[in-house]
């Protein structure tokens, strides 16, 4: 069975935010989604290179990404689960990710047409996975 592991660009420095991300963490651990923090000291083009040297498949989170429904993301986590290879969902760093160069042919998800800041985007994505899991589980948290 494939896992879906999240990276992070950066420790998140605020509290709130952190919070939230370390709720959601928790929340979802138990169903085989890993999370990675990486340095930023790494630079964005060898962070880039880390990922791609990475197994599984490379999806990165931007705003010019493809979008789906809670209900749609939920169906491509279960059939993400079944494949089996890794399906790696990268944040950016605070300025995103770069527009041309060796990004153009990596697979990309869009959160909302609306600009966040990357720690927000960190707490969105993971509460969206969790919530899939749950949509998938056939839990009462996701009411549509």
């Known amino acids: 069975m494939g896992r879906i592991v999240v990276h992070f660009y950066g420790k998140t420095k605020d509290k709130s935010m952190a919070a939230l991300i370390q709720n959601y963490s928790e929340r979802i651990l138990p169903r085989a989604?890993?999370?990675?923090?990486?340095?930023?000291?790494?630079?964005?083009?060898?962070?880039?290179k880390h990922l791609q040297s990475k197994q599984g498949t490379l999806i990165l989170l931007d705003e010019g990404g493809s979008q789906y429904s809670s209900e749609e993301l939920a169906e491509?986590?279960?059939?993400?689960?079944?494949?089996?290879?890794?399906?790696?969902?990268?944040?950016?760093?605070?300025?995103?990710?770069?527009?041309?160069?060796?990004?153009?042919?990596?697979?990309?998800?869009?959160?909302?047409?609306?600009?966040?800041?990357?720690?927000?985007?960190?707490v969105l994505l993971l509460e969206q996975l969790y919530r899939a899991t749950e949509i998938n589980r056939g839990s009462g948290y996701h009411k549509a």
Request: hydrophobic share 35%; charged share 25%.
């Open 33 to 48: 989604i890993k999370i990675e923090t990486h340095s930023e000291k790494l630079g964005v083009d060898d962070y880039l």
């Open 76 to 122: 491509l986590c279960k059939k993400w689960a079944l494949r089996g290879e890794d399906t790696h969902l990268a944040i950016g760093p605070f300025d995103g990710w770069p527009k041309s160069g060796n990004t153009q042919d990596i697979a990309r998800i869009s959160l909302s047409v609306m600009t966040f800041p990357h720690e927000l985007a960190s």
